[in-house]
């Protein structure tokens, strides 16, 4: 069954901006960690962004620092990527899921059990 139920995605231009939503369940929400992770064709899944609602713990990707913040909506068990400035290099599929606890300093996918199926984001040039 699908856990989290990502939105928003798209096709933008470079430079412009995008904002993405994960619904995630009741029951994986306090004492969480949600992570974006986004990903290409024949490439692992990387993090993108991260924010615990456990201890505040956040977590950027070094290429997105400065143009991506994320969000997190605890009377709607949501969790937002705000993207600007986005670049070709962003297109990807982007993923929500979550981990127990606090974001870690260098997220892996495979550190996740709960996933969503993901939306499109795409940027042209």
């Known amino acids: 069954e699908v856990q989290f139920v990502e939105s928003g995605g798209g096709a933008v231009q470079a430079g412009e901006s995008l904002t993405l939503s994960c619904a995630a369940p009741?029951?994986?929400?306090?004492?969480?960690?949600i992570s974006w992770f986004r990903q290409i064709p024949g490439k692992e899944r990387e993090a993108v962004a991260c924010t615990s609602n456990y201890d505040g713990s956040t977590y950027f990707k070094d290429s997105v620092k400065g143009r991506f913040t994320i969000s997190s909506a605890d009377a709607e068990h949501t969790v937002y990527l705000q993207m600007s400035s986005l670049k070709p290099v962003d297109t990807a599929r982007y993923y929500c899921a979550a981990i127990v606890s606090y974001c870690t300093p260098y997220p892996r996918a495979y550190e996740y059990a709960h996933w969503g199926r993901g939306t499109q984001v795409t940027v042209s040039s």
């Open positions: 009741r029951s994986l929400w306090d004492g969480y960690a």
